[in-house]
C-alpha cells in the first residue's frame, strides 16, 4: 500500500540524490502553462526518484545478491546509476531496439546490459528469468509501491512550488509516474484535477480504465519509446481508477509538435514521452485550456539520431513545411510560371521533382512535387488557393 508518509520518506531518502527540478513558466507556450522539468534530473529522466528509493529500502540480503531490471533506457539509467551508488551489482535487460544513447548511458553508470530481441515486454519476460536462476531482486519500472512512491516525490515538489496548481499533466507508459503523482496530489490538494497522457499507439491504460480491467495490447508504435508500454501494472491501474481524472491521447505529429516547440519557445529538449504531456495541454485534449496547467516534462534523453525527423514531422504539423502537388503542361515555359506563382506567396522551395511519366499525369502533362518552406498552416492555405485560383489542380 502507498502512503504519503511512504512518499514523504521517499523525498528523505531521495535529498542528497535527486534534483529537486524547476516548474518553469512557459508564456511563449501557452496562458497558465508551466513545466516540471524532470528532463534536468540527474540521469535526465524522472526514473531515478523510483528507482533509488526502491534499491536503498532493500535488506542486506537483497542488496548482496544485487538487481534487476527491464527498461526502454531511462529506468535502466537510474537502476543503475541507484546501484552504483550504493555498491550493489545491476543487470539491466533492455529491448535491442532500444536507443544506442541510452544502451550506452545505462553502461556508463554501471550496469550491465542484457539486449533483448521485441519491445519493453519481451525484456520484462527475460528479467524474470533471470531474477528466478540468479536470485536477482526485481526492481520493476512501474508496478512496485516503492518505486511508485519515488515518482511520487514529484507531486510534493509540484504542490510546494505552484501551491494553486489547478490541473497536472502527466506520461503515461506502465503507469508508475501517474500514479505517485496522483496520489500525492489528491492527498494534498484533492481539487487538483489530473490528466494523464499516452500516446495514441501505446494506449494501454487507457483501454484498460476504458474496459474496467488490464488488458495488454497486441503491440505499440510510438517516438515515444519510454511510454511504449503493452500493458499497464495492476497496481498502477487500480491507483489511476482512485486518482487519475481523465486520460487521453496524442498523436505522432502532436508529440512531434510539442518537442518542436520545446526546442524552440523554451530551449529545452525532451525525448518523446517527454513531450507527451504538454502536447495534450498544447492541443487541448482535455477540454481544459485556460486553467494553470503544470505538464510534467518527463525525461529529455531523445536519441539524436531521429531527431531531425521528429522536427520535420513538427514542421509539417504546424504548417511550416508544405508538400505541394499539382500538374503542368509539358511545354516550355510552364515550370517556370508555376515557380513564379510559388514566388509571390514568399514560400521558400526546399526542393522540387518534375515527372513526366507519372501514371496520375496525362500525355501532354507533367506532375510537379514541391517541398515547400511556409509560415503556418494559414500560409499553406494561401498558396493553395493561390494556385487553384490560376488553374492548377492540387493533387
Known sequence: MVTLEMIFQAQRVLKDTATVTPVIKAD??????????????????????GAYYKIA??????????VIACSAGNHAQGVALSAA?????????????????????TKSYGGEVVLVPGVYDDAAKKAEELMKSEGYTFVHPFNDEKVI?????IGLEIMQQLPDV???????????????????LKALNPECIVVGVQAAGAPGMYESLKEGKVIELDKVSTIADGIAVKKPGDITF???QKYVDKVVTVSEEEISTAILTLMEKQK??????GASALAAAMFDKAGLKGKKSVCIISGGNIDVNILSRIITQGLNKTGRIANIETKVIDKPGELISLLQVIAQTGANILSINHE????RSEVDSCVVTMVLETRNTAHVKEIKELLMSKGYEIL
Request: hydrophobic share 35%.
Open 28 to 49: 511563449k507556450i501557452g496562458e497558465n502553462l508551466y513545466l516540471k522539468s524532470e528532463n534536468f534530473q540527474l540521469t535526465g529522466s524522472f526514473k531515478l526518484r
Open 166 to 184: 489547478e490541473v497536472v499533466y502527466v506520461p503515461i507508459g506502465g503507469g508508475g509516474l501517474i500514479s505517485g503523482v496522483s496520489y500525492a
Open 238 to 240: 487500480e491507483m489511476c
Open 85 to 105: 551508488k550504493r555498491g550493489i551489482k545491476s543487470v539491466i535487460c533492455m529491448p535491442a531496439g532500444a536507443p544506442i544513447s541510452k544502451v550506452e548511458a
Open 57 to 66: 529500502t532493500l535488506t542486506a540480503e537483497e542488496a548482496q545478491k544485487g
Open 268 to 273: 529545452t529538449v525532451a525525448e518523446g514521452a
Open 356 to 359: 513526366r511519366e507519372d501514371l
Open 149 to 153: 512512491a519515488g515518482q511520487g516525490t
